[in-house]
């Protein structure tokens, strides 16, 4: 059965009420070690994949045997991590200690459409354990552990090791339909065409927005590496797009209605981001629209939110950080622009619309950063 993803939104603070009660009446010290070892049955998952068990599975169901002998494996081991993931709904044992995936687990095999398991791989890379294994050193000084340990930007790094730029790629490609659809959902793109995606990665979320909308058109627009797999991502709508690739801190691609800048100011400090909106803002038309797609902080305390979650990834690889919509309106009085509104999507992503705040100016755009 499949549930929509709004109900499941609007059951989470439920949900999360639920769990923080679980914690209360635990034994303290047992709810502190449920997070502190957190990260095992995540590695353990991780592990799963890496040695081609999740995608085994998801072909028949198999004992640690089978799948030891087929893919050269120990027996022992491969039983002990997956009876700890059957603690998580991922696995499920059956008769005669034979393993299948859940319908959680399924989306661990890379053959299954909307797989996450690169983004399951890219959670547990060395190159993100090392640094979380100093954040402390953030704590203290308030840099990003990645630059610590790495001497470099991540999106340098990224660049240097294709490995890495691979891996990020296609980890943000595995999640990005979760937020995709309800981006064009939530928004009326028929009067808004062109559509530019700015830092739009391989295209999921244009790709989205142009399956809803057959007759817009697109710009996809990133660094050669990250749209190097967009003719294969963008499938159909590929002949609705034109790719361009360059650096949006130069420029961003001219002549479209709509820019759509999603996941891409939480990666870059307030300076960084005003730059990035002051391009936006030179090739805004007098009737554009800027569309941020990211979690919006709310202000109230004491709860799970989604937003802080992604902003401790923020506080660990980049000078980012997740807004609240004060602080988008901020910037974007910095660059030249205002907010309109915000508007909630199924996803936990919100879009703020904004647009020129002087759209006789546009052309010019000298007093701008
Ligand atoms: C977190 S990803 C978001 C991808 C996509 N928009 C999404 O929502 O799934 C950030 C994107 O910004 C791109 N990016 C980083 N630095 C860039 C630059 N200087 N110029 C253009 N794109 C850049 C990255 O390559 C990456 O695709």
Redesign the pocket.
């Given at each position: 059965m499949k549930i929509p993803l709004a109900l499941v939104r609007a059951a989470t603070p439920f949900v999360m009420w639920g769990a923080s009660l679980r914690r209360r009446v635990l034994p303290p010290q047992l709810a502190m070690l449920e997070l502190a070892t957190a990260i095992w049955p995540a590695l353990a998952l991780r592990a799963t994949i890496k040695v081609g068990v999740a995608d085994r599975l998801a072909k028949h169901p198999a004992t640690p045997g089978e799948l030891a002998r087929d893919l050269g494996l120990h027996e022992q081991s491969v039983r002990r991590v997956l009876r700890l993931l059957s603690g998580y709904d991922i696995v499920r044992e059956g008769r005669g200690g034979r393993f299948e995936l859940t319908r959680i687990g399924r989306y661990a095999a890379r053959d299954t459409r909307e797989s996450v398991a690169d983004f399951v791989r890219y959670a547990g890379e060395a190159w993100q354990l090392g640094p979380m294994e100093r954040l402390d050193e953030t704590l203290r000084t308030g840099v990003p552990a990645f630059e610590i340990v790495h001497g470099s930007t991540f999106?340098e790094y990224?660049s240097s090791h294709p490995e890495v730029?691979e891996l990020?790629?296609s980890a943000?490609?595995s999640?990005?339909p979760l937020?995709?659809a309800a981006v064009a959902n939530a928004y009326d793109f028929s009067q808004t065409s062109p559509v530019a995606?700015?830092?739009?990665?391989?295209g999921?979320?244009l790709r989205a927005i142009l399956r809803a909308y057959p007759n817009a058109t697109g710009v996809l627009?990133?660094?050669p590496?990250?749209i190097s797999h967009a003719p294969h991502v963008l499938g159909e709508e590929y002949a609705r797009v034109r790719v361009e690739a360059?650096?949006?801190?130069?420029r961003v691609p001219p002549g479209a209605r709509t820019y759509?800048?999603?996941?891409?100011l939480?990666?870059w400090d307030d300076e960084r981001a005003i730059k990035?909106l002051s391009n936006v803002r030179k090739e805004l038309p007098a009737d554009g629209r800027v569309l941020i797609?990211e979690t919006v902080l709310g202000d109230k305390p004491n709860r799970w939110s989604a937003g802080n979650l992604t902003d401790a990834q923020m506080l660990l690889l980049v000078r980012g950080r997740e807004r609240s919509r004060v602080e988008f309106e901020t910037l974007f009085a910095r660059a030249g622009l205002h907010a309109v509104r915000v508007i909630p999507t199924s996803a936990a992503e919100s879009i703020i619309e904004a647009v020129a705040s002087n759209p006789a100016g546009v052309a010019g755009g000298d007093d701008l950063v």
């Open positions: 999106f990224a730029g990020f790629d943000m490609t999640v990005a937020y995709g995606d700015v830092g739009g990665g391989s999921l979320v627009f990133d660094l590496g990250a360059g650096d949006f801190f130069d759509v800048l999603s996941h891409v939480h990666n990035i797609v």
